[in-house]
């Protein structure tokens, strides 16, 4: 939404709107990873960081991040250098960008387009390709079996999440995030329950089910993380990484949780709105509303990391084309009765 | 780019196989193991297991020594997992070449000290394999009990992975005051987190799909590779030197052999092999249960250790159930002080030597569960 800054110079309109999504990638990337150790610790039944900073080791991530950015920077030798280096960046590029089009509150959103979702969906997509050209790069077999598991995983997997994304496509005939964030303001189901896409239909719930299961796929992590199974695949198409860049795959590994969670509240979950009406609303309660519920989603899947076993890469795939698709489609359909229907 | 895909093992075939290994450093290997796969994509056409990382001719040192007794400390560096029932053959075998009665004060603490061994190893291995499959967080519950008992260990032997505790003829030393208690507490707390495992692991969908028919050993295989232990009997067949061959007093208990179903795949798939070391910790608490019960208050466990061993000439092969399965020591004895030759029959050994057997036409990621699930460890697959 440049135009509406009026006078302000656009270059730097721009470079305010790429900060802001910037900011929040990187101060939640510190904490979610600090996090992530302290839910594993207390599901582990024992406390995580502890030491670094003072209060619960809060400060464990910096330090992480410090001590990382002083290692040296290896290249295999037998590497394709460009590619080598340039994957990472890629990656991390990929799911920052996608950040551009989600509504953090009624009045920002980085980018006002109207095929938002399909943007979205797109530019996620390259995540794929940084993953291969990091696993073929490496010259490291290892690598290269993470990296072509990961190209038939997030393949495969796009099927189902862009079918359930139509879905509330169907419900809301927008693709514009923010108008579909606004179809969902106020609390008029059975007089209390706030108009989230997820109350409005009952079949939303099972395409909301089918959702989260394929982003925790898309994202990479447990009980799907086969591309970078540590136990099979030694890191998989990170193996051959060090430092700056492995801490890249790491930003962009979270930072594609958050993306993939915040799709899931804007669609489902209303987004900034406030779960009670009124109360609580408004541009600033917006940021808190919508960063809490991602955190939400994103807190249950590092719940579920820490309790399941992982799968075989052909069940996974069983998953997705035996199960998951047809399901959706049938959904779809089902989801599409219940909005001509009622 | 030119050495990725194109290592072939055979000329003729096109370029489809990729020769990959799996080790020496690998995080699922459990030690210093090298897997030579062949692979077809993500399919394992062939597994050649390359070992001796972690030899340590502990068969020569044995016979340098010049002494019987100096030898058990070493025999503990074989199996470090389950380094008392390493000890606990090899005196036994001494024991027998010797005629030497045994105090029963002694053969009762043998028998609890080396049940609580068991179970701790079995720990380890269980919740390895789990780790294995991607579950992390049993493997931290399991550690926790370990842990447990290897305190119990440290304060009776003072040493929490290489105890050197059974002597030819005894103990190094009397147990601490508290042992009985600290054991029946362990035993009394231990039993509902097997409940906890069960729930968590054992009967979760994944882990079972990861594990049921796979890595299918049928007894005829198992026994043309001589496996023995919870390998053997996971493929259905019962058979345990506690119960068949008794050695030290374990014919005086009251326990089970539980041995593989099929319950949720194929009898002797990885899940069969797994569930019979679960099930193998609640007879081991049964049996440390009744040693407590039996165990006589008052007794040196001293007496009877020969202040100096002198053997005839004579040779004896005498087996014993460790945690991995049958460990047998063949000892040669001649006139001089020490033994001539000491031959160690390890399970871990045994049980790789059927690796490729089992795993071909598998997955890297079943391999990963196959090798879990019969539960090696390489210092005594390379001794």
Known sequence: MIESYGNINPVLAVLIHALIPLTIILVYA?????????????????????????????AQSIADLLKLIQKEDIVPKDASRFLFKFAPFMMFAASYAAFAVLPFSSWYIGSMIDIGVFYLIAITSVLTLSVIMAGWASNNKWSLLGGMRSAAQLVSYEVPTIATVLTVIVVSGSLNLMTVTEMQSGNDILGFLPNWFIFQNPFLIIAFGIF????????????????????????????????????????AEYADMLLLSLLGVTLFFGGWNSPFGSFMSGPAWGFFWFLLKGFMLVFVMMWIRWTLPRYRVDQLMHICWGIL?????????????WEVVF | MEVMMNKTTDSNSERREMVINMGPQHPSTHGVLRLEL????????????????????????????????????????MDYVSAMNQELGYVIAIERLLELEIPERVEYIRVIISELQRIASHLLGIGAFGLDLGAFTPFLYLFTER????????KTSGARLLYNYMTVGGLMK???????????????????????????????KIFINRTADIGVLPEKVALNYAASGPVLRGSG???????????????????????????????????DRYMVRVREM????????????????????TEAVPKRIRLKEGEIYCRTETPRGELGYYIISDKKGGPFRVKARAPSFVHLSMLPAISKGSLIADMVAIVGSIDIVLGEVDR
């Open chain 1, 30 to 58: 510190l904490v979610a990873i600090w996090g992530e150790r302290k839910v594993a610790g207390f599901i582990q039944d024992r406390l995580g960081p502890h030491r670094v900073g003072g209060w619960h080791g809060w």
């Open chain 1, 212 to 251: 989260f299961i394929s982003i925790l796929v898309e994202s990479h992590r447990v009980p799907f993380d086969l591309p970078e199974s540590e136990s099979e695949l030694v890191a998989g198409y990170q193996t051959e990484y060090s430092g700056m860049r492995w801490a890249m795959f790491m930003l």
């Open chain 1, 325 to 337: 698709i047809p399901a959706t489609f049938v959904n779809l359909i089902l989801v599409a009765l």
């Open chain 2, 38 to 77: 062949v692979l077809d994509g993500e399919v394992v056409k062939e597994v050649r297991p390359n070992i001796g990382y972690l030899h340590r001719c502990f068969e020569k040192y044995a016979e340098e020594l010049g002494d019987y007794a100096s030898v058990t400390p070493y025999t503990d560096r």
């Open chain 2, 147 to 154: 842990e447990k008992i290897l305190d119990i260990f440290e």
């Open chain 2, 174 to 204: 009397d147990v601490p005051k508290d042992f009985k208690k600290d054991t029946a507490e362990f035993v009394k707390t231990f039993r509902p987190k097997i409940k906890e495992l069960n729930d968590l692991l054992s009967y979760n």
């Open chain 2, 237 to 271: 067949m019962k058979w345990d030197l506690r119960k068949d061959d008794p050695y030290s007093i374990y014919d005086r208990f009251d326990f089970d052999i539980p041995v593989g179903s099929g319950e949720v795949g194929t009898l002797g798939d990885c899940w």
């Open chain 2, 282 to 301: 609640e007879q081991s608490l049964r049996i440390i249960e009744q040693a407590l019960d039996g165990m006589p208050d008052e007794g040196d466990v």
